[in-house]
């Protein structure tokens, strides 16, 4: 999730490349670190409408298969500790594998594992928010319908096993260095009556010389106060503008 605010710092991340014993590329590594006015994640705020910064590293195997790792502070968490049920988690880990590719035409797959995991300590009987989901996206040049699944609870909520997201965006670029970004979404949360909700995005991102980007979006979504308002009475689903500065490696 993101939001608006300023967005500040921005980390380094190095890259390098891995060579098979004949001399061809058996792949290759990407990075990417920056740091957002807010940290949306399916248009909800992830930090009580505050900057986070942000960094993943990723292994592109040239046969489509690869593996990431990626890493943003967060407080949704922590923003619910009390002196009775106290919550310490403050970071989101998440770790990925997949394979991608394409068969002409401007078609493109992608599917693979993703977990999402908060370090940290809870209280007993609190239902942990790691989360293993299952995804899997068909693109068509700049148009893409991507499909996540739920093989445990969802983020916290119990019983909620079998929660789906679907996602549809486009990426269009309308000029040397700029991109359109247009996204709507739903996520079901399963077996939890009021907390599914929809999501829509629409912004712009510029590209610049170095591998520096800088996004500019707005997004809303019609969650329920009742469920997404945190204990200072922030509503975390509300439309906000998100400014975000990366470079990828």
Not at 12 to 29: E, H, I, K, N
């Amino acid at each position: 999730m993101r939001r608006s605010s300023i967005s500040v710092v921005v980390l380094l991340l190095g890259v390098s490349g891995l060579v098979r014993a004949g001399g061809a590329p058996a792949g290759t590594w990407v990075g990417n670190a920056g740091a957002v006015s807010d940290y949306l994640f399916r248009g909800l705020s992830q930090t009580n409408r505050q900057p986070a910064v942000q960094a993943g590293l990723e292994y592109d195997h040239a046969g489509g298969w690869y593996a990431g790792g990626w890493g943003s502070n967060v407080s949704w968490l922590s923003d619910a500790s009390t002196s009775a049920a106290p919550i310490s988690s403050s970071v989101e880990l998440d770790l990925y594998t997949g394979c991608r590719g394409s068969f002409g035409g401007g078609w493109s797959w992608d599917a693979g594992l993703y977990r999402y995991q908060y370090p940290g300590s809870y209280p007993r009987g609190f239902t942990r928010p790691h989360t293993t989901e299952g995804y899997a996206a068909l693109a068509w040049k700049s148009v893409s319908l991507k499909y996540s699944y739920a093989f445990t609870n969802l983020f916290g909520y119990a019983g909620s096993r079998h929660s789906s997201y679907v996602d549809l965006s486009w990426n269009q670029e309308f000029a040397p260095g700029w991109l359109l970004n247009a996204h709507a979404g739903h996520q079901h949360v399963a077996n939890v009556p009021g907390a599914s909700y929809s999501d829509w995005k629409l912004g712009v991102t510029r590209n610049f010389a170095g591998q520096w980007s800088v996004a500019l979006a707005y997004g809303d979504t019609d969650a329920r106060r009742a469920a997404y308002t945190n204990a200072e009475g922030h509503y975390l689903g509300r439309a906000t503008a998100v400014l975000g500065v990366t470079r990828s490696f």
